[in-house]
């Protein structure tokens, strides 16, 4: 089904030369003379290139229908990943490549959101903050505040991000999934 440009938003899936994508960023132009047409930042759900293109009504644009699923990361093989669909309790794998750089905050048993289209597994969203354990990091001294600096701290699941001086070894603390900054202790 072809959708007009005035219809494109931010978050927005999109088909667009048979490829899926979702918009980063769009803005829209009326000129007093010609055709409306709309400056768009997109992104490829299967190989993540980002592309900035000029949209026009006369473009094949298709409105892609995104289903949100909650999945249950399992285990990890070799190069692929394992998750089960808490709906149906399939097996779901992704390849290293399809992670990239997020199996640092894979843990077992995390729950996450998957984005399936036309009934395949293409990516999958965080929950906004994980607890996580602190594994290794320097000794904290008494006296020390938030405000005195920071630490690096390696956690469970491999991340190193840096933490107010009086976090320990064993201490639970939050981190933003986004930022992969430290929020505060859970």
């Not at 003379?33 to 190989?47: E, M, S, T, V």
């Not at 285990?75 to 399939?90: A, I, P, S, W």
């Not at 701290?153 to 603390?173: S, Y």
Request: hydrophobic content about 35%; proline content about 2%.
């Amino acid at each position: 089904m072809s959708m007009s440009i005035g219809e494109i938003k931010p978050g927005m899936a999109i088909i667009y030369n048979k490829e899926l994508y979702v918009v980063s960023k769009c803005n829209h132009v009326k000129m007093g003379r010609g055709a409306a047409f709309c400056k768009a930042k997109i992104k490829n759900l299967k190989n993540s290139q980002v592309l900035e293109c000029t949209l026009r009504d006369s473009d094949n644009l298709e409105k892609a229908f995104i289903e949100k699923r909650k999945l249950q990361y399992l285990y990890c093989q070799g190069d692929f990943y394992h998750f089960m669909d808490l709906q149906t309790y399939d097996d779901l794998i992704f390849s290293k490549l399809q992670i990239g750089d997020r199996d640092v905050l894979l843990k077992d048993d995390l729950e996450v959101i998957g984005h399936f289209h036309e009934n395949s597994l293409i990516d999958f969203e965080f929950p906004n903050s994980l607890d996580l354990k602190v594994m290794e990091t320097t000794p904290g001294h008494r006296g020390d505040t938030v405000k005195m600096g920071t630490k690096s701290a390696k956690l469970e699941t491999g991340l190193i991000i840096n933490v107010p001086l009086f976090i320990n070894i064993n201490d639970t603390i939050k981190v933003n999934t986004q930022t992969r900054e430290y929020l505060g202790r859970a």
